[in-house]
């Protein structure tokens, strides 16, 4: 059974940085995809970043694009989310989540905007107050 950790949410000031990060129980290999997601009460989960394995290529919605980065650790089976410039509006539970992604880019920035992962972390929190 696969198994997502994430790791290293916090209570934030607006304008800090804050990194996470998330532990597989297996390594996902170059036809999946990788990404974070977050829901804030009372708001539907939304992806914030992906990565495809296959080129590395990222894909990241225009409400975070410029301050959060997704990257990764095959080695360690680690993927990381740093977040800079944190805001009040980017307070909400974080997940990373994992999909076989059929060796297509386009199909990794696809399950990300449409939330069609199919491997989920249990989800860490972060509090960005003003």
């Known amino acids: 059974q696969v198994q997502l950790v994430e790791s290293g949410g916090g209570s934030v000031q607006a304008g800090e940085s804050l990194t996470l990060a998330c532990s597989g129980s297996?390594?996902?290999?170059?036809?999946?995809?990788m990404g974070w997601f977050r829901q804030a009460p009372g708001k539907a989960r939304e992806g914030v970043a992906s990565i495809f394995n296959g080129d590395g290529s990222t894909y990241y919605p225009d409400s975070v694009k410029g301050r959060f980065t997704i990257s990764k650790d095959s080695a360690k089976n680690t993927l990381y989310l740093r977040m800079s410039n944190l805001k009040p509006e980017d307070t909400a539970i974080y997940y990373c989540?994992?999909?076989?992604?059929?060796?297509?880019?386009?199909?990794?920035?696809?399950?990300?905007?449409?939330?069609?992962?199919?491997?989920w972390g249990q989800g860490t929190q972060v509090n960005v107050s003003s």
């Open positions: 297996r390594y996902f290999g170059s036809d999946y995809c």
């Open positions: 989540a994992a999909d076989y992604a059929y060796n297509s880019a386009t199909y990794c920035v696809s399950a990300l905007t449409q939330v069609t992962f199919n491997y």
